[in-house]
C-alpha cells in the first residue's frame, strides 16, 4: 500500500489518486501534507469528490462565499472557481502557505483533473483510505457530490466529462478484458512446460523470481 498509518506516501515519480468518493477536507489535508514533503500528486475524477451535508446547505455556503468580493475591483478576488477541480485546487492551497516560496513550490507539484485524462488514464491509480467517504461518514448521513455542487454553481462541462468518462470506461473494460485473457493463457503454457522448465524454475525461485 502506498499509505502507511501515519497517512504518509512512500515517494514515487507520481502519485495518481483517484478522487471519487473521498470527503473533500479528509483528502485535501492528506494531500497538502504530501505536497510540502516534496510529493508530486495528481487528483483524477474531481467531479466524483463528496462533501458532508445537504446540496441546499452547501449551495448557501456557496452563495455566501460567492457574495464576498473586491468592492473597489472585484477583479482583483477573491476568483469564485466553477470547476471541480479549480475547487478542489483552492481547497488544498488553503492548507498550504502558498505565499511562500516553499509553499509556491508544493502547488506546483499539484495536478487536478475532472474525468481522467491521458496520461492518467493508463497509470496505476490510488486512493486515500483515512478520507473515503464510506469509511468516515455515518451511513445515512446525507452528502453532496462536487460536480452537482459545481453545476448549480455554473459549471457548464458535466455532461462532457461525463460522456467522455463513459467512452473512457468502454476502453478500459476492453484492455482489462484482453489482458486477463492474455494472463490466462500463460498460465496455461506454464503449466504445460511445468516439467520441461522445471530445472530453470528452480533456479529463478532461488533469486525469488516468480515463474508465474
Known amino acids: 500500500s502506498l499509505f502507511v498509518e501515519q497517512f504518509s506516501m512512500t515517494f514515487k515519480r507520481v502519485v495518481v489518486i483517484d478522487a471519487?468518493?473521498?470527503l473533500l477536507g479528509r483528502l485535501a489535508s492528506v494531500v497538502a501534507k504530501e505536497l510540502l514533503s516534496g510529493q508530486r500528486v495528481v487528483l483524477v475524477r474531481c467531479e466524483g469528490i463528496n462533501i458532508s451535508g445537504e446540496l441546499f446547505r452547501n449551495k448557501l455556503k456557496w452563495e455566501a462565499f460567492r457574495r464576498k468580493r473586491t468592492n473597489t475591483n472585484p477583479k482583483k478576488g477573491p476568483i469564485h472557481f466553477r470547476s471541480p477541480a479549480d475547487y478542489t485546487r483552492r481547497t488544498i492551497r488553503g492548507m498550504i502557505p502558498h505565499k511562500t516560496h516553499r509553499g509556491a513550490l508544493a502547488m506546483d507539484r499539484l495536478t487536478c483533473c475532472v474525468g481522467i485524462p491521458k496520461p492518467y488514464d493508463k497509470i496505476k491509480r490510488v486512493v486515500v483510505p483515512s478520507a473515503l467517504r464510506v469509511t468516515h461518514l455515518r451511513p445515512g448521513r446525507k452528502f453532496t457530490v462536487l460536480g452537482e455542487l459545481c453545476q448549480n454553481a455554473g459549471w457548464k462541462?458535466?455532461?462532457v466529462v461525463e460522456r467522455l468518462e463513459?467512452?473512457?470506461a468502454v476502453r478500459a473494460s476492453a484492455y482489462h478484458n484482453r489482458k486477463t485473457a492474455e494472463e490466462r493463457l500463460r498460465k496455461k503454457a506454464v503449466?504445460?512446460?511445468?516439467k520441461k522448465i522445471a530445472e530453470?524454475?528452480?533456479v529463478l525461485e532461488s533469486y525469488h523470481y516468480p515463474v508465474l
Not at 503449466?191 to 511445468?194: L, R, V
Open 20 to 22: 471519487r468518493a473521498h
Open 200 to 202: 530453470q524454475a528452480k
Open 191 to 194: 503449466a504445460k512446460a511445468e
Open 166 to 168: 463513459a467512452k473512457r
Open 157 to 159: 462541462y458535466g455532461d
